[in-house]
């Protein structure tokens, strides 16, 4: 049989695909999830946008780690002093960068607002400059990654402000587009 | 039956289909935090109608679909909120959290890159696309499997697959991923 670059091309594909993994639940999950399910009142209480796997050294190979200390717990900690990090991405090729907060203790119902510079797109949220939501935080190291495309050359900062009751922070990364 | 028969009952119908059913939730939502309120909204669902459950001759089918149609029902209410929040898994990598690291003997630096690869352009297909791709070509359902746990009619999946594959053929060979 006459063997294409297409026959070869979706063999990989397959392969790829095939491996593809799908991660295993954290321990307890399941006993968890079956104790809330058959408990009367039980309610989800998860809104859980920060990833777990932080340390992940294959993340590492993926994506630029921005880290942001938050250090809500201690207001004293200088924030806008330090230079501001930067990122360079190619136009319109999707760029992972994780943000990385660090606080005291654990908080609930804080507002996270990430803001976009013209140009640049968080996948997913076509035409969307900013986005907002709430979320809680672990005592420790919590993470966010966004994806980014850039679709034009301009560049610019983007900020992720979070707010806690009446105190905020707000995080700079410069974006270049090489 | 008593709360805790019932409860006895319930987990010895579902705990069989635990880790294909969380599977499906992570290739339906693409992230943690969803899969698992997925997952967990499903065996919410389903205890309420552990009545007809300890009737059905496949509860696994059953499940699947319950937990199909949850997740489409979550997607279409997502689609009307004015403010969106940003969810782990529509953004590439966090999927590939579980492959081994540098210290491991099975770090495969290249293949990890690849599925890199694979993870940004499975975000560049539409739900629907990466849905059927995922849920054949990943995870190994046939096409009566998915029109089953769909409801979409198997020409149709049929022409998503091969749309899906055709686009991420074409993105994986401009990037240099295929040869």
New interface residues.
């Given amino acids: 049989m006459h063997d294409t ?2 026959d ?3 063999r ?3 392969a ?10 954290d321990e307890g ?2 006993e968890r ?2 104790a ?3 408990h009367v009142g ?1 309610r ?1 209480q ?8 932080f340390g ?4 590492a ?3 630029l780690w921005m880290i942001a200390g938050a250090f809500l717990g201690n207001p004293d900690l200088p924030q806008t002093d330090a230079p501001i990090p930067g990122i360079t991405m190619a136009l319109e090729e ?1 760029r ?1 960068v994780n943000l990385v907060f660090s606080s005291a203790a654990a908080l609930e119902r804080a507002t996270l607002t ?1 803001s976009l510079p013209d140009g640049v797109e ?4 076509p035409g ?1 400059r900013e ?3 709430q979320t809680s935080l672990d005592a420790g190291k919590n993470v ?4 980014l495309i850039a679709l034009t050359p301009a560049g610019g900062e983007l900020t992720a402000r979070l707010e806690h009751e009446h105190r905020n922070r707000t995080f700079r990364v410069r974006v270049n587009i090489g | 039956m008593s ?1 805790a028969e ?2 006895l009952a ?2 010895r119908i ?2 069989p289909h ?1 880790d294909r059913l ?2 499906l939730a ?2 339906l939502a693409g992230n ?2 969803e899969a ?2 997925l ?3 499903l ?2 669902k ?2 309420g109608k552990l009545d007809e459950l300890v009737e059905l001759d496949d509860p696994g089918s059953w499940l699947a679909r319950v937990m199909y149609n949850l997740f489409v029902d979550g997607a279409r209410h997502r689609k009307r909120q004015r ?6 898994g ?14 491991d003997p099975h770090y495969d ?1 290249r ?6 690869r ?3 352009a ?3 297909l539409s739900d629907e696309h990466r849905t059927v ?2 849920l054949h ?2 995870e190994g359902y046939k096409i009566n499997e998915i029109e089953t746990l769909t409801g979409i009619p198997a020409g149709t999946i049929k022409s998503r697959l091969h749309r899906a ?1 055709a686009r ?2 074409e993105i ?2 401009a990037d240099g ?3």
């Fill in positions: 670059d297409t070869k091309r979706d990989e594909l397959l790829l695909l095939g491996a593809y993994p799908a991660p295993e639940p999950f399941y999830a079956l809330r399910a058959t039980s989800r998860r809104n859980r946008w920060l990833a777990a796997g992940s050294a294959l993340a190979g993926l994506a999707p992972t990430v968080l996948a997913g949220f969307q986005i907002s939501w966010l990654p966004l994806t | 709360t019932n409860s319930f987990e579902v705990r635990f969380y599977r992570w290739r943690k935090a698992e309120d997952f967990q909204d065996l919410v389903a205890y403010l969106r929040f940003v969810e782990e529509s953004l590439p990598g966090e999927g590939l959290a579980g492959l081994p690291g540098p210290d630096s293949r990890i890159e690849q599925l890199g694979l993870d940004a499975l975000k560049q791709v995922l070509d990943t594959r991420l053929r994986l060979t991923t295929l040869s």
